[in-house]
């Protein structure tokens, strides 16, 4: 809905659909792939363990209006901004430790751009609902689950709640014995669960990333469905 580091917008439609009428987002961040297409029609449930994003949230789910974001004012290159929607949009990870960031091109550029998404998309997220809690707490129900914490190592360094502070393979059994269908992104560093190769993605300076996924289901078809996917 807002821009965030690491979200999936870009990179939505490589993924499997939905096949449950829920779906659980336990890395809620600006939750991309639950807006993706009509899998916001689903009944959502996103948790952030981050309380500014889970706030951001909230307004969105609870108070805000088309017209309310719309009188947002817009940033002017060179001034100063405290407010976390303003220093999300600063396209770089350790956005996330600035309690104060200057406005630059691109974060003025990102800021109005995002605006003008989250006003023509807010009545997509009205029925959604977000819970502030870590990702433990997520109750076992059957569902989709989109799992995208922050990458191991490098990756997923800079969030409030980063990569330093996740243990992986606990996380990997968690994400196993959840019902219904689990679909797990990661990056090139991901050795704790069997991830398959879904694309990579160019950067600045000629640098390319790999995203990889890991999928469970006991849908055979859904399987088959992957194993094509990850070939594409």
């Not at 706030?55 to 407010?83: C, F, H, M």
């Not at 600045?204 to 859904?222: D, H, R």
């Amino acid at each position: 809905m807002f821009y965030y580091y690491g979200r999936k917008k870009q990179i939505a439609k490589y993924y499997p659909s939905p096949n449950f009428d829920t779906i659980v987002e336990p890395f809620a961040g600006s939750a991309a792939y639950s807006l993706y297409g009509e899998n916001w029609k689903k009944e959502v449930i996103l948790f952030e363990k981050d309380e500014r994003v889970s706030t951001i949230w909230q307004w969105l789910i609870n108070e805000a209006t088309p017209a309310k974001i719309n009188s947002l004012p817009d940033l002017r290159v060179g001034e100063k901004s405290s407010e976390f929607l303003h220093i999300i949009h600063a396209a770089t990870k350790m956005a996330f430790h600035y309690k104060t960031i200057k406005v630059t091109p691109v974060l003025a550029r990102n800021w109005e751009i995002s605006k003008r998404y989250m006003a023509e998309n807010l009545f997509k997220v009205k029925h959604w609902k977000i819970i502030r809690d870590d990702y433990r707490l997520a109750p076992d129900i059957e569902a989709t689950w989109f799992i995208d914490p922050p990458y191991k190592e490098d990756a997923g360094k800079g969030y409030r709640y980063g990569s330093k502070l996740i243990d992986y393979q606990q996380l990997a059994e968690w994400a196993k014995s959840r019902k219904g269908e689990i679909v797990f992104c990661e990056g090139h560093c991901g050795d704790y669960l069997p991830f398959k190769p879904l694309l990579e993605l160019k950067g600045v300076a000629g640098k390319t990333s790999k995203e990889v996924i890991y999928y469970q289901s006991n849908k055979t078809t859904q399987q088959l469905e992957l194993f094509k996917l990850c070939r594409q």
